[in-house]
């Protein structure tokens, strides 16, 4: 069974950086899609960006492109989003998934809050 723990979340004030972690629990961790995901309070979950398993290509949101970064370290069974530049409208709540045929795992989420 995989587990999936988001941490990295917090306060930061706009302009600012946070880097988030996923740590992943279980098997094949390489063989996985790991992407990133946001809610914020009223709106639906968007994806903010993806990182193939095969060789590591990212795809990112419009929103997201050109501050975030996305990675995987398949030794350490991690990923991370490195965000930069970050505005009011990036405050949500942070979800890890992993993605492997008809297999999806969720973490519960990390929230970030940009606020002045």
């Known amino acids: 069974q995989v587990q999936l723990e988001e941490s990295g979340g917090g306060l930061v004030q706009p302009g600012g950086s946070l880097r988030l972690s996923c740590a992943f629990s279980?098997?094949?961790?390489?063989?996985?899609?790991m992407s990133w995901y946001r809610q914020a309070p009223g709106k639906a979950r968007e994806m903010v960006a993806i990182?193939?398993?095969?060789?590591?290509?990212?795809i990112y949101a419009a929103s997201a492109k050109g501050r975030f970064t996305i990675s995987r370290d398949d030794a350490k069974n991690m990923a991370a989003l490195q965000m930069n530049s970050l505005k009011p409208e990036d405050s949500a709540l942070y979800y890890c998934?992993?993605?492997?045929?008809?297999?999806?795992?969720w973490g519960q989420g990390t929230q970030v809050t940009v606020s002045s």
């Open positions: 279980g098997f094949s961790f390489s063989r996985y899609v």
């Open positions: 998934k992993a993605s492997f045929a008809w297999d999806e795992y």
């Open positions: 990182i193939n398993s095969a060789d590591s290509t990212p």
